[in-house]
């Protein structure tokens, strides 16, 4: 770190979601700025790349606490450093996952996860033909074994990709044995206790907004 950039408290403020959402923008395209041999990237540049405005990248980079020197922007390798470690990116979360059908499978082969702090160590599902087995170097277990898995693994997190059916009631297991997070990619809006933190990511969620603005531009 340089004499012209100083970090703060960072637990002083609490980080809107929006902008949580957004860092890791930053943080992938100051990542090819450096890539092209760039030392120093301004609020601007990063806004041409991604088309926000410099002021709301500003903005947001203000919350984890790094200053840039004045006409030349923030060192980029200070950056990528506070970037990750802001995010959690530098620290290990091991994560069961719950259901190896077709997403849950492409994210156990998903070794791309590692890199950004997530280490799925085990999997779970009902399949006969998949537990005792393991895919990417994962094991996979039977859902009964969970319990006894929780003592042998140091992990607080659950990715849930199993059938909306039985959504709620894997978490209620998962709760029950000691996740402490979800990660739910099911299209059903898990309930938990509220010291439980819940992500949700419904790629159907997602499908239908795109293709509601697709049929408006269609429209228009």
């Given at each position: 770190?340089?004499?012209?950039?100083?970090?703060?408290?960072?637990?002083?403020?609490?980080?809107?979601?929006?902008?949580?959402?957004?860092?890791?923008?930053?943080?992938?395209?100051?990542?090819?700025?450096?890539?092209?041999?760039?030392?120093?990237?301004?609020?601007?540049?990063?806004?041409?790349?991604?088309?926000?405005?410099?002021?709301?990248?500003?903005?947001?980079?203000?919350?984890?606490?790094?200053?840039?020197?004045?006409?030349?922007?923030?060192?980029?390798?200070?950056?990528?450093?506070?970037?990750?470690?802001?995010?959690?990116?530098?620290?290990?979360?091991?994560?069961?996952?719950?259901?190896?059908?077709?997403?849950?499978?492409?994210?156990?082969?998903?070794?791309?996860?590692?890199?950004?702090?997530?280490?799925?160590?085990?999997?779970?599902?009902?399949?006969?033909?998949?537990?005792?087995?393991?895919?990417?170097?994962?094991?996979?277990?039977?859902?009964?074994?969970?319990?006894?898995?929780?003592?042998?693994?140091?992990?607080?997190?659950?990715?849930?990709?199993?059938?909306?059916?039985?959504?709620?009631?894997?978490?209620?297991?998962?709760?029950?044995?000691?996740?402490?997070?979800?990660?739910?990619?099911?299209?059903?809006?898990?309930?938990?206790?509220?010291?439980?933190?819940?992500?949700?990511?419904?790629?159907?969620?997602?499908?239908a907004l795109m293709f509601n603005?697709?049929?408006?531009?269609?429209?228009?």
């Amino acid at each position: 770190m340089t004499t012209n950039e100083v970090i703060r408290d960072k637990d002083s403020m609490k980080v809107p979601e929006p902008t949580l959402r957004r860092l890791p923008w930053y943080l992938s395209n100051v990542k090819l700025l450096k890539q092209r041999g760039e030392r120093y990237v301004s609020s601007t540049q990063i806004s041409k790349e991604i088309n926000i405005d410099a002021s709301q990248i500003a903005k947001d980079l203000s919350y984890v606490n790094i200053s840039g020197r004045t006409r030349v922007g923030y060192e980029v390798d200070t950056l990528i450093a506070v970037l990750e470690s802001f995010l959690g990116f530098t620290n290990v979360h091991n994560a069961f996952l719950f259901g190896v059908g077709s997403l849950g499978g492409a994210l156990l082969r998903d070794s791309g996860l590692n890199h950004f702090g997530l280490k799925i160590v085990a999997a779970f599902d009902i399949n006969r033909d998949l537990v005792g087995h393991s895919l990417n170097g994962i094991p996979i277990f039977h859902p009964d074994d969970f319990e006894k898995k929780m003592l042998e693994y140091n992990v607080n997190i659950g990715v849930l990709t199993v059938p909306i059916e039985i959504a709620q009631s894997i978490t209620n297991k998962m709760v029950a044995g000691g996740i402490k997070a979800v990660w739910n990619f099911t299209p059903f809006r898990i309930r938990v206790p509220e010291n439980i933190v819940v992500q949700n990511t419904s790629l159907y969620a997602h499908l239908a907004l795109m293709f509601n603005r697709l049929n408006f531009n269609e429209i228009k």
